[in-house]
């Protein structure tokens, strides 16, 4: 698994990790809880919550598994 950190400026956002799976790779990224108290959310399919976003798929985006995939902004 590689990991990515994503900053703006010198603040973690949060984290990306790139897993291959047969045929496929799943992306996962997790905002960083410090974020969480004083940021903001990334994209309009990214909310600022807890849980990790997945993805299978370029540019597709869910979290938790609880809702639907969509289209990441």
């Given at each position: 698994?590689?990991?990515?950190?994503?900053?703006?400026?010198?603040?973690?956002?949060?984290?990306?990790?790139?897993?291959?799976?047969?045929?496929?790779?799943?992306?996962?990224?997790?905002y960083d809880a410090?974020?969480?108290?004083?940021?903001?959310?990334?994209?309009?399919?990214?909310?600022?919550?807890?849980?990790?976003?997945?993805?299978?798929?370029?540019?597709?985006?869910?979290?938790?598994?609880?809702?639907?995939?969509?289209?990441?902004?």
């Amino acid at each position: 698994m590689r990991r990515i950190r994503v900053l703006m400026g010198e603040s973690l956002v949060g984290t990306i990790d790139f897993e291959a799976r047969t045929n496929k790779q799943i992306s996962t990224f997790r905002y960083d809880a410090a974020w969480m108290e004083s940021g903001f959310a990334i994209a309009p399919s990214m909310p600022l919550a807890t849980g990790t976003f997945y993805s299978s798929a370029p540019g597709l985006w869910r979290l938790d598994g609880a809702r639907s995939a969509r289209r990441r902004g």
